[in-house]
Every structure is written in C-alpha cells, then in structure tokens.
C-alpha cells in the first residue's frame, strides 16, 4: 500500500536549492504591500530527491500502459507510441522555445505546424485544419462554433438543432448543448446503422447539421453515407466527421469525399501520439474551402519561404484556448506521419482492420456479437451468453480479464448495445498477441460456465480489489 | 518505417483464416465511389535515421531558450526544469496509458491524480480541484460557465485586466449562449474599481479578474469581492501556481472559483502547449465542476484505493445535458506539476517566487536609474512593462545581442523574470536597452 | 417492484401524493431500481415557481444521471433536507420519502397523470421495451 505523497513528509529532507545570488535585497513587504502576501505556506510535502523519484517509480509500477502489453480499448485506438516521437518533441529547439518568440526565431516550429495542417488535410480530403484545439472533444467544440457561425453569418438565424445518431459518443451531444444547440437524437436501423427514414423525417430547416463518426461506434461503415450527405445538405445542414475512428479508414477513404463538410482529428488515437493517462491530446479541426474563414485564429501563413501567423481573420470564431496548440503532441503526429508516408498509413490502417476481424470472427463462438459482419478496426460483444448462463456481466469479464494480464476492453458503450464489450485491437497488435488474447478471453468464457465464482469475484491479481463506488461518489474523499 | 509487427506472410494467413482473399475484402462495405482511387500523397515513409536527422534540421530553425536568456513570460514562464521530472515522465507505464477507467489496474494513474488536486488545494487554498483541463484560457472560459449555470444568470464581468488571449477564449465559449462577456476597464495597469463597481448589479453570475494581472500588477480584490457576493455573484480568479509561493491565495480573498494556467509547474513552454488548466472550487461547488474527479474509496478488502468519481457530472453519462464536454484533462502535465512540486518543495517554491521577484526589482530598479520610464507604478509580481515607442525593434536589436526580449505591447517592453535569469543577463539586458552596446 | 395505491403517478416515474393543494412529489421504486445506487440529490429552492414539466431537481447515481420533473405547476414550499447528506433513502424507501412539497396553482393538472394501474402497465411496457 503506497503511502501519499503527504504521508512521506520529512522536514529538512529536501534539497532544492538555487545558485548563489548576490541581490542585495530589502523586504518583500517593501516592494509588496502586506494585504497581498500569504499568511500560511502551503502544505507541500517536504520529500528528499531519491525518495520523490521512488514515490513516482512505485505509482508508474501501479499504472498499466500500451508498453505493458495489448489494450483493445474501443474507441480509443490504442497503438503503440513510437519512441523516436518522445525524443522529438524533447529536442530543445521544439520543447524550449516560448510562444511569443518573434516569427523568424520560430520557423521551425511554423513550419512544422504548417506541415502537419498540409498532410492532415491530405488525409482527410479537407481544404484547411486548424491545429488549435486541445482534445476530440474541444475540436467538437469548435467544429460545432463553426457550424454555427457559417450559419449565423448567413442569417440563417432558424436552425437551433443538431441531429446525433444514438450510437455516439457522449462528447457529441455534450458538445451540441455546450454550444447552444439543441439535440435531436436520429435512431439506429436492425443493420446498426442510421436510419434513412428516420432521417429524412427530422431533417429540416431548422437543422444546423449532423455529427458523425464513421465507421460508428459500432465499428460499421455508413454505407449509405452518399445518401446521408446529400439529405443533410438538401436540408440546408452541415456534416461533421468525428474522427475517433479515422485510424479505421485513413488512406482508403477520405471524409472529405465522402461529403462531410468538417472534421476533427485525434492525433492521441490515430497519430500514435501518447495519451498520457488522459492526456494531453490534440484535436485539429479541417473544413472545406467554404468555411476556412470561421476557423479559430491565428492560423499559420506562408509567403515565400517565410512562415508567419495570421491574425487578421475577421469571421473567425476567436480563440478555443491560448497560443497555437497542443504543440508538442503536433511534433509526435508529424514524425508519426513522416515515418509512415502514404504506403505506411494505409498499411496501419488495413491492419487495423484486419486485426478486429481476426478478433471477432475468433471470438464469435464464445460471446454474442450482434452485428456480426464486417467491421472496421473495432467491433461490439457482449456477455450476453454469460449473462444466461451464469449472470456474468460485461463487467466481471473485464475485470477478469485483468488477472489475464490485459486491459479490459471498452464496456457498456455504446448504449444502445446491452453489455456491451467493445474491442479495438489496432494494427500494432502481432498475431501471437492477439492468439494469446483470444485464448484468454475463451478461458473466461469456460470459466464462466464451469467456474463461474472466479469471474464474478475478479479480478484477483491486481493490488487492489473492486472499488467501493457508490461510497466514493455519496461521501467524496478528493484530497488528501 | 512501419510499426505494424505482422509480416506479409502472416498477414496472409491471419485472411485466409477468416476467409478473406486480400486486404482490399475489407473495405467491401465502403462503395467503391467513396474510396480514394490513389496513393495519399505524402511521400514515402522515413527511416528512423532520415527522420531524425530531418526532424534535427528542422528544431535547428529555432531559437530556443537554451540559447538565449529569455525575458518574455505573458503566461507562459521559463522557470527551471529540475532532471528528475524527464527522467519520470518517461516511464511509459504513466505517459502511454489511457484515461484511468479501470481503477484495478490505474491506482498510480489514480494516486498521482489525487495528490494532485491535492497539491492545487493546498497552492490556492480552495477544498477541491479536478484532474485538470486543456490549458487556463479554456479553463477559465468553463469557470465562467459554471457560475451561469450556479446563479441561473448570465452576466460574466472580465477584466481588461487579464490576458487577452484567455478575454478572445472566454469571448468565444460565450457564442453558445450559456453566458454573456462584459469588460471592465482597466486603469493605470490595474482593474478600474470605480468603473466597475457600478457595473455589479443583480445580474451578475460572476467577475473574473487575474491575480497577478497580464501585466504583472496585483489587484486590490478586497472590495470587488465583497461587492460581488452582495449581489449573490461569484468571483472568479486566474493565478499563476508559483506566485503562490509568496502571494495571498484565492481562498483568501474569498474566491469561489480558481482557474489558471498550470505551465510554470515544471511544464516546458514548447511553443505553447501541451500546458494544464487547473481548477479548484469550494466544496459547495463540487458537483458543479467540469472535468474528471479522482477520489478515494476503499476496495473490497478495505484497502485504501482511487477511482474516478462523481462522473454524473460528466458528458459520457449526462450527455446532452452536460455543461461541459470534455473528456480528456491534461494527466501527464498534472503528474509533471506533481513532480515539480514535491522536487522543489515547500521552501523551494517560495524561494523561486522570490527570486523570480528579486530579479525584476532589481531590473526595474536599474531600469529607472538610467532615466528609463515603468508604465505603471503598481505593487508587482516578477513582470512589468518597460516605456518604449517601438518595442518591436527593441526586441530585433536584443536578438542581435543574443537575447529574447519581452512580449510587444502599443507602447511598451513587457519582461519577465524567473529564477534561471542572472544579474549580469539583466545588465546586459539593459544595457542593449539603454543603447550601450551597439551590434 | 412496488407500486403503492392512492397516489398519482407521471410517466416520468415520480410520485404525487395529494393533500388538499399541497402535492408531495417522490421517485418510484421503477426509478430508483433502475438509478441504481443514488450518490445525490439535487433538491429544488424553497418558494421556486414551477411549471408542470419543469425541472425541479436533478438524481445522480454511480453511472446515471436523471432530472426530476414536476407533474404540477405551483410553488415549492418544502424541501426534503435529508435527502443531502443521505440520498440513500431514496433507493430505501422511494415512497417513504417525498423530494419535494409543491403547492398546486392548478389542479386540472392532476387530470393528465396516471393511477396505479396504468402505471404499472406503463412499467411493464418499458420493462419490455428495454430488453
């Protein structure tokens, strides 16, 4: 049981010192009136170096990460993170250079950036990408102000609704409130996919447009996506591309020609940039010719062989956040996409897609799959066998799955699948470990049925137990 | 290069043992109008060598900090980096691991989230703070949401007084309509009460002021304060996390939210981002936050355990019905603050605040004996502005001499000042100022 | 699954129980079983207008999250405290334990809410409906 950080207190213990100094110094009161200075110090825990450095070592052995092994996280597109990316955004002229530095002592890093927008936009079959959003979900955001703002600008001033199939993630009706629209939720056909009619019944003048992730959340391409733009846009709406499962597509398909209007890009999932434990990310935003003049300011311009930003954008929606972007992870996403090139891209995507239809028609014998046909680069299970035999949930198979030495896949997402499992192997996942998944996941289907006491009470190798939840949220305990 | 480890010939197999004839039998649901008739055309893949040489080349085109002292801060801070924080953060088990959803398996993610808001507790005072959000500018834009949302108003008063970029990000979350921005004025470099103080009425949801302000100045807040919560208003304040080695915390001045830019914590300033935006609030507030929470519980042994908690408050669960959408936080810079802080410690962070300050009273100090001009006779924290007509040139003529200068106003220098800066940095600083060396 | 005789029901899952223009407003057990365990309580202010329809509170549980409705219009005029330092009774005793106390402007809004027996045919519909 590690002890906090607080609990490991020792005065006198730490060392930090700065060089020596010889400002003569008069009293802080004199420079700085007393009403503005602090009474108490804050409680900071007092820890020699050797032991801060064991303190973090002890927590990361308690942490599970890609490097640990497979984490078939659905929606997440958990693939390796190259190791030269790391030592990249870590050169100093990348990781010690201050965003308000004049432009010419900068030219790497606008380059870099005005490199990035350049393929990302190849990518994506878009005109323009912003680089500035820090998350999917805040490139949600202001791909949603964006929709807005067109519209605004076009004293179109009747649309207030955005439509939302009832397989998305949750950022995308969040988003649709956050921005002040409201949600008109479009249902899923038997097939999983949006239903046309249902469709054309809520489209109207009043739509500002329609938030997609394609494939779904379901790992199931919109085959009818043609048909889909052409209503939306018939309807006077915008489409908007999620792209959480862009990794399942990029350099097949493109967005872009598939009619949808703007799109944001994870470069945390498909850009093998790291998550982080929950972050930082990266959101870029790409829209078609017609609507780079809302885009967030500054963007990046080119004169010449002078790379410059361009702050003069009037229609711009403003800012999302400040400086430029999540700049160190765009650094991982570009030597990610150097390194791939156009072969390596559609490579990793076709392994992708290859690795979840491995998986899915593997594990079809031993749990419900309920659109079973091909997917993408991730598919939905469910326990719903397990459930019947022996009310396994979807839950106990998780957890059971850490004592295989896994991460669980995705669970109970999405909502419109009851128990749901949702698996995204990804393309940097080898035969023997997907073989070596699979096995596990037929032992806990066995497991389930002869031994079913071992699932419902997993998992059993991991430091701690289940968690008391219902506790933690009635009696919130959130500092030490 | 390809990071995909399966083989031609295994791939091969791995189809034939689905039944499949090539790659191509898998995107036979997308029609083939849709599909991209060629190669993307972004060249050929790189080897590991060629990028890294490319990618040297290209950081080579900067200027960084390294090379030069610089004297620029407007939020963002060159404060030193101790070794033990790269050291740390490359251990993959934190940096390539996901959002901590399953709690077994996460506990370090977890604790060191919890020891986090812990820390950001203690550093503002306040009773509980989130796992962090993308930067101050967006986290201060979401504590503007949040009053709207407590106080059912929508009048969000900002200060001129604060950076410009977080008043254009606050400006661009109001479009939604969950909240309406009014400025207040600034006068001689701090918050005009006069001005403002009139402006508080009934319909205010909050006041949103920086302590120390864009341009370094400390605000008198006491009044705004009691003004504020006499119309059932809630403060708001921006904080930068080192000044608050020597300066009054949020909490006591009476704050109800605290929301700033973490980056000064140990973060680079890697032209720009990745930074964290930190967030505290009272305990009435607690369910009102945005972003991930980690709290403690007790496992089925009962040992002391971390999990994510009061997720009802957030976009997976409350969908269309959430105040915020994010999703993510900034972990690896909240763990990055974490570090910092316990490698400098309690005594090192007053030292850096103070030594940070020292270093521009004594700029300042010498600034004046040459007959320069301070724009604004204002009690400071480590950044002021210099008078001067033509600050871009000022800043070309510093970088002939070896320095990056200060950040651009109308009409004045704005420098910075941190720990890593020396006394005879500052004297050739103003000696380029003052003319005496000459390119 | 409990349904209690002698009260109003909406289809939003609350319960009225009527005495003379007062209307003390709860959760059903239909609710609170599928809430799951409730962590809190968001309870409406004293003297509030309400609309029938309105929000008049908001129930969180460990994964759910689900707002509550008034069945009435009129004025809130009592709370329960107690639900917020122990939103468990919620899960306990749904009918024991009323949210709130409106005081009814308007008792033709009574004429739209259910009687025990269609709501539980109301229950066992969504029931089905869920599977």
């Given at each position: ?22 400002l003569n110094?008069s009293?802080?009161?004199d420079s ?449 | ?70 004297f ?116 001689d470099g ?25 341009f370094g100045n ?140 020292q270093l521009a009273l004594y700029a300042r100090d010498n600034l004046l004996k040459r007959g320069f001009k301070i724009k604004y006779d204002q009690p400071f924290?480590?950044e002021f502005i210099v008078s001067c007509p033509d600050p871009a040139a000022i800043n070309e003529k510093l970088?002939?001499h070896?320095i990056?200068g200060g950040y651009e106003l109308q009409d004045g220098l704005m420098l910075a000042f941190?720990?890593?800066r020396?006394q005879s940095e500052i004297d050739r600083l103003i000696a380029v100022l003052g003319g005496e060396l000459h390119a | ?131």
């Amino acid at each position: 049981m590690p002890k906090l950080l607080i609990e490991k207190n020792v005065p006198g213990s730490n060392a930090f010192a700065l060089p020596p100094c010889d400002l003569n110094m008069s009293p802080l009161e004199d420079s700085i009136p007393s009403q503005f200075l602090r009474q108490d110090a804050p409680r900071i825990p007092e820890l020699s170096e050797v032991e801060a450095v064991r303190h973090y070592t002890e927590l990361s052995h308690r942490a599970y990460g890609v490097d640990d092994g497979l984490y078939p996280l659905g929606s997440c597109t958990m693939k390796y993170n190259p190791k030269i990316n790391e030592w990249a955004a870590r050169l100093p002229g990348f990781a010690h250079v201050h965003p308000y530095q004049p432009a010419r002592t900068v030219q790497g890093c606008l380059q870099l950036m005005s490199e990035t927008e350049k393929m990302l936009c190849e990518i994506a079959g878009m005109d323009r990408f912003t680089l500035q959003p820090a998350a999917g979900a805040h490139g949600e955001m202001t791909g949603a102000m964006i929709i807005k703002a067109y519209h605004t600008h076009h004293q179109d001033h009747k649309r207030t609704k955005m439509l939302i199939p009832d397989s998305a993630h949750g950022t995308n009706p969040a988003t649709t409130n956050v921005v002040g629209y409201k949600v008109v939720e479009l249902k899923s056909n038997a097939d999983g996919l949006i239903d046309l009619d249902d469709l054309r019944a809520k489209m109207d003048d009043e739509v500002a447009g329609l938030m997609l992730t394609n494939p779904n959340t379901l790992g199931l391409f919109e085959k009818d996506i043609d048909e889909i733009a052409k209503i939306v846009h018939g309807g006077g709406g915008l489409l908007y591309y999620d792209g959480a499962n862009l990794n399942a597509i990029m350099g097949v398909a493109r967005p872009g020609d598939m009619g949808f209007d703007i799109v944001h890009v994870n470069l945390h999932k498909t850009f093998s940039t790291p998550h982080g434990g929950g972050g930082p990310g990266s959101g870029p935003v790409g829209v078609k010719a017609f609507l780079a003049d809302y885009l967030p300011m500054p963007l990046i311009k080119k004169e010449g062989e002078e790379y410059s930003l361009d702050y003069d954008r009037p229609l711009s929606i403003g800012r999302v956040r400040s400086f430029y972007g999540n700049f160190g992870v765009i650094v991982k996403a570009y030597a990610y996409i150097l390194a791939l090139g156009s072969e390596g891209i559609r490579d990793a995507c076709e392994q992708a897609v290859l690795n979840a239809n491995y998986l899915r028609i593997k594990l079809r014998d031993d749990y419900h799959i309920p659109f079973d046909r091909l997917c993408k680069h991730e598919f939905v299970a469910t326990s719903r066998k397990q459930m019947e035999e022996s009310h396994i949930s979807t839950l106990d198979i998780a957890k059971r799955l850490m004592d295989y030495g896994y991460h669980p896949p995705t669970v109970y997402f999405p909502l419109i699948v009851k128990e749901a499992l949702m698996v995204e192997p990804t393309e940097t996942e080898s035969r023997e470990r997907l073989d070596d998944f699979i096995a596990a996941m037929q032992n806990i289907a066995q497991e389930s049925r002869k031994t079913p006491d071992i699932v419902l009470s997993a998992p059993h190798s991991t430091v701690i137990k289940r968690i008391d939840e219902v506790q933690a949220a009635r009696n919130p305990i959130v500092r030490w | 290069m390809r990071y995909t480890p399966n083989s031609a010939t295994v791939v091969r197999k791995m189809l034939q043992d689905i039944g499949l004839g090539s790659m191509a039998e898998l995107y036979a649901d997308i029609p083939d109008a849709l599909k991209l008739s060629r190669p993307l055309q972004l060249g050929d893949g790189l080897t590991e060598m060629s990028l890294r040489g490319h990618l040297k080349t290209m950081a080579a085109r900067n200027i960084s900090v390294e090379d030069m002292p610089c004297f620029l801060g407007a939020g963002a801070y060159d404060h030193y980096i101790p070794a033990v924080l790269e050291q740390m953060l490359q251990r993959s088990e934190f940096y390539t691991a996901y959002t901590p959803y399953q709690p077994e398996i996460s506990q370090g993610i977890l604790q060191s989230i919890f020891e986090y808001q812990s820390l950001i507790c203690e550093l503002t005072g306040m009773e509980v703070a989130n796992a962090s959000m993308y930067d101050g500018a967006s986290a201060l834009a979401e504590a503007g949401i949040i009053a709207c949302s407590v106080t059912r108003k929508l009048r969000v008063i900002v200060s001129e007084t604060i950076h410009p970029e977080y008043l254009q990000t606050m400006k661009t979350y109001a479009k939604s309509g969950h909240m309406e921005i009014v400025t207040a004025p600034a006068k001689d470099g701090v918050t005009d009460a006069e001005a403002l103080l009139p402006l508080i009425d009934g319909q205010i949801a909050a006041l949103v002021v920086q302590q120390p302000n864009f341009f370094g100045n400390l605000e008198e807040i006491g009044r705004l304060e009691q003004a504020v919560h006499a119309q059932k208003g809630m403060l708001i304040m921006a904080v930068d996390p080192i000044s608050l080695g020597i300066l009054k915390s949020p909490a006591e001045w009476g704050v109800d939210i605290v929301a700033g830019e973490g980056q000064s914590l140990g973060n680079p300033l890697s032209f720009g981002g990745p930074y964290l935006g930190f967030m505290a609030v009272s305990e009435k507030n607690m369910r009102k936050m945005p972003g991930r929470i980690v709290g403690q519980s007790l496992d089925s042994d009962g040992k002391r355990s971390f999990v994510l908690t009061l997720q009802a408050r957030e976009q997976h669960i409350r969908r269309e019905k959430a105040n915020s959408n994010i999703c993510s936080n900034e972990a690896l810079n909240a763990l990055t603050a974490s570090i910092y802080l316990t490698v400098i410690g309690p005594q090192g962070l007053r030292k850096i605040a103070l030594r940070s300050h020292q270093l521009a009273l004594y700029a300042r100090d010498n600034l004046l004996k040459r007959g320069f001009k301070i724009k604004y006779d204002q009690p400071f924290f480590r950044e002021f502005i210099v008078s001067c007509p033509d600050p871009a040139a000022i800043n070309e003529k510093l970088l002939q001499h070896g320095i990056i200068g200060g950040y651009e106003l109308q009409d004045g220098l704005m420098l910075a000042f941190t720990e890593k800066r020396t006394q005879s940095e500052i004297d050739r600083l103003i000696a380029v100022l003052g003319g005496e060396l000459h390119a | 699954m409990k349904i209690q005789e002698g009260l109003y029901y909406s289809v939003e899952h609350e319960w009225l129980r009527v005495e003379d223009d007062k209307a003390y407003v709860g959760i059903t057990d239909f609710a609170q079983q599928h809430l799951g365990d409730i962590v809190f309580v968001e309870l409406p202010e004293l003297d509030e207008a309400v609309e029938a329809g309105g929000q008049i509170g908001v129930i969180e549980s460990v994964k759910a999250v689900s707002s509550m409705f008034s069945p009435v219009s009129g004025t809130i005029i009592e709370v329960n405290e107690e639900l917020e330092n122990a939103p468990e009774l919620l899960n306990e005793d749904p009918y024991g334990q009323h949210i709130a106390v409106i005081k009814m402007n308007n008792t033709a809004d009574l004429d739209g809410l259910l009687n025990e027996t269609q709501y539980s045919e109301l229950c066992e519909k969504e029931e089905q409906g869920g599977e």
